[in-house]
């Protein structure tokens, strides 16, 4: 197959010719049949993402714009002027049908002493390794387990919270835990629900590719 060392920086491509992934210019005829296929169902997908993508962050815009707008004409009907991107807010259609949710949600990290918690619950489980519940063990080391991207599942170290056991060593560990939890920032979201028929339930209209 001829190929062109070609520089990076350079970005057109001539015509007749295709850039592959190490930046060469390939001569489209040297291209395969399938991969030539495979180029265009990608590029086809990945442009159609792209707009989907901008269409969503202009209804994001768009969307917490008109909540704070209502928000600042609601406070000004009574002479109080409100923030209007501050707080978790929840509007309804007129029959009940739609619902919009703006949420606002703490970022969470973890300060060093998460480092000192988890020793801590090690230590515990250690001194429990007769006759403790297999279930914890699980538990603990999934909450510490990191994800794809490497960094440990927030929720999973969270649930750690809700055990509780009448021992010093464990209270002293959540403790800890407690201590190592700082907020980094807030992330807002936006919501919409449909009403399920005549009940008083809601569904989400999804707006990820996963729950569609």
């Not at 000192?116 to 230590?123: D, N, S, T, V, Y």
């Not at 990191?146 to 440990?152: A, D, T």
Request: glycine share 8%.
């Amino acid at each position: 197959m001829n190929q062109q060392n070609i520089p990076e920086t350079i970005s057109a491509v001539p015509d007749g010719y295709m850039k592959n992934a190490q930046g060469h210019l390939v001569p489209r005829e040297n291209v395969r049949e399938q991969d030539l296929l495979r180029d265009q169902v990608a590029r086809s997908l990945a442009s159609h993402a792209l707009e989907i993508n901008q269409k969503l962050a202009e209804f994001k815009k768009k969307s917490l714009g008109d909540i704070d707008d209502l928000v600042k004409i609601s406070g000004e009907r009574y002479g109080v002027t409100l923030g209007g991107g501050k707080g978790n807010i929840s509007i309804s259609t007129y029959d009940g049908k739609y619902k919009v949710v703006r949420s606002v949600a703490d970022l969470i990290q973890f300060t060093e002493e998460l480092e000192a918690a988890k020793a801590l619950i090690f230590e515990c489980i250690k001194r429990w390794s007769v006759g403790v519940n297999p279930h914890i063990q699980t538990l603990v080391g999934r909450a510490f387990a990191p994800g794809r991207n490497g960094q440990l599942k927030t929720a999973a170290v969270l649930d750690l919270l809700r055990i509780e056991f009448e021992d010093a060593d464990w209270k002293e560990a959540m403790r800890a835990l407690k201590d190592s939890i700082a907020a980094n920032g807030t992330a807002v979201y936006v919501r919409v629900y449909e009403r399920t028929g005549g009940s008083d339930q809601y569904k989400a209209i999804p707006l990820d590719l996963a729950a569609v």
